[in-house]
């Protein structure tokens, strides 16, 4: 994806009402009632000021009123860094090789099964979840999987039944995080049980829901449990097999935090062990 400012200077008449906002997030009723609070109207401008879209659930239709607003209303939109992933996920971008996605089109029929890179399952982990870019791509998925099949141009590929597994209720019980178990195995379990119950460890004897993690490569011949580093840069922390870095969670009686501004307030040392 190219990476370049686009920069307008508008020319608005002296007297016209400026309004800016940002924010906005896929938020649409936020949108339409800052606007009818404003008595937005079309002799008024309006700028975006960044992150219109990601993290509410209302992502599309809020690009698609914003689109029909311009229509008849003149509308400014600044690309914010939450758009800016939105837009990679739908072009299949890469920035900075962080992350990436791919749609898999098997057999010749177009978008017959879709895959997520393993790359992504940090992105996709935790309460910053990119859930309206989801929607809209499964969404599309689907129209076009229909039309191919009504053109019969899918052929069905039956599940692998010997991959199939019974799901249990979940409870309280599936919480503690045992660390002998291997990084990835403890990763999945915090996106698993994410919002509830959560994943729980003993952070240095707090107990904290863990709500966002990743694989965070080898931990040498450290214990399990071991913290590795706890720093602004992160807390990082052995497993069975491999090492996992808690990116933020959330102890008992407070809000979620980042690991980082978790261990401003309570620092700790390497070498401490967390239990579950």
């Excluded at 003149?74 to 749609?103: H, W």
Aim: glycine letters at 10%.
């Amino acid at each position: 994806m190219p990476r370049h400012a686009q920069v307008i200077r508008p020319a608005i008449a002296p007297g016209r009402r400026v309004i800016a906002v940002s924010d906005i997030h896929g938020n649409l009723p936020f949108l339409k009632g800052i606007l009818e609070k404003v008595r937005f109207t079309p002799e008024d401008v309006l700028v975006i000021v960044g992150d219109l879209l990601e993290k509410g659930r209302d992502s599309l239709a809020t690009l698609r009123y914003v689109l029909e607003l311009r229509k008849t209303h003149t509308v400014y939109t600044l690309c914010g860094n939450c758009d800016y992933i939105d837009r990679m996920f739908l072009e299949g971008g890469k920035p900075d090789d962080a992350f990436s996605i791919q749609m898999n089109r098997r057999n010749g029929a177009p978008a017959d099964y879709a895959s997520v890179d393993e790359e992504l399952w940090p992105i996709l982990s935790g309460p910053w979840r990119n859930t309206s870019v989801l929607a809209q791509m499964g969404a599309e998925l689907l129209v076009e999987t229909v039309a191919q099949i009504g053109a019969g141009a899918v052929t069905p590929v039956p599940q692998d039944e010997s991959g199939s597994s019974h799901a249990p209720m979940l409870s309280r019980e599936l919480s503690p995080m045992n660390w002998e178990k291997t990084a990835r195995q403890l990763h999945d379990q915090v996106r698993g049980l994410y919002p509830w119950p959560a994943a729980t460890a003993v952070v240095d004897g707090v107990r904290c829901k863990i709500l966002r993690t990743v694989l965070a490569g080898e931990a040498g011949k450290a214990a399990p449990g071991m913290v590795l580093q706890a720093d602004k840069k992160g807390l990082r922390v052995a497993c069975g097999d491999g090492a996992l870095e808690i990116l933020e969670l959330q102890p008992d009686g407070k809000k979620a935090m980042a690991a980082s501004a978790f261990l401003m307030g309570h620092p700790i040392r390497t070498g401490t062990v967390l239990t579950g």
